[in-house]
């Protein structure tokens, strides 16, 4: 059963029955708004959104990251699937895939954020989600909805936080600028 989450709202990665989850998958998708052409007539528009994870120690350090220029984390336990330059199509447009059980002892938080890489904001973005899957029974955990418009052209999407002996999820939800993850860096800070 998949959890909708709200801004701030928190959910464990334990299984049900015990144990926690090994392996997850963090999709994005997203639509573009049809901009309205000459004599009103609507037209596509090609929207570039980039998912990115932050791996961040436990002093708040940037450890490594993932992202369209870098698919995979230094020991391989994050892996970007590639780089969705329009948005076209169902259902996931870009994935993250960890490994929560390789991730190095020294990573705390793994940050999720999205960002306009062509530069429109998010009055231009329809039907933008983030979601957390089971990648061992292909079942979702949990669902964010990112398309609350605005002039923003990033988000800061989630986070998920050693917890204990397993892992949890936060959804964050945080506006931001920047057309890539370095441009986000001080207000990503803001939520470690």
């Known amino acids: 059963m998949s959890i909708s ?3 701030g709202q928190k959910v464990s990665l334990a299984k049900p ?6 392996r997850v998958r963090m999709g994005l998708g997203w639509d573009a708004v049809a901009k309205k052409g000459l004599f009103g007539k609507s037209r596509a528009q090609s929207i570039d959104l980039d998912a990115s994870c932050l791996l961040f120690d436990a002093a708040g350090n940037l450890a490594d990251q993932v992202w369209f220029r870098q698919l995979q984390s ?6 970007h699937t590639g780089d969705n330059l329009t948005g076209e199509g169902e259902g996931d447009d870009e994935v993250i895939n960890v490994d929560l059980q390789r991730v190095p ?3 705390h938080q793994l940050v999720f954020t999205v960002n306009s890489f062509t530069g429109q904001d998010f009055s231009q973005i329809a ?3 983030c979601r957390l899957v089971d990648e061992g029974t292909g079942q979702e955990i949990a669902r964010y909805e990112l398309s609350e418009g ?3 052209n990033a988000q800061i999407m ?17 506006t931001a600028s920047g ?4 441009h986000l860096l001080p207000a990503v800070s803001a939520h470690l």
């Open 5 to 7: 989450l709200q801004k």
């Open 17 to 22: 029955g015990g144990g926690s989850l090994t």
């Open 74 to 79: 230094k020991e391989g336990a994050v892996h």
């Open 105 to 107: 002892d020294n990573v």
């Open 127 to 129: 039907n933008a989600f």
């Open 150 to 152: 605005g002039r923003h």
């Open 158 to 174: 989630a986070k998920v936080s050693r917890d204990g002996s397993g892992w949890s999820m936060t959804a964050i939800g945080a």
């Open 179 to 182: 057309r890539t993850f370095q």
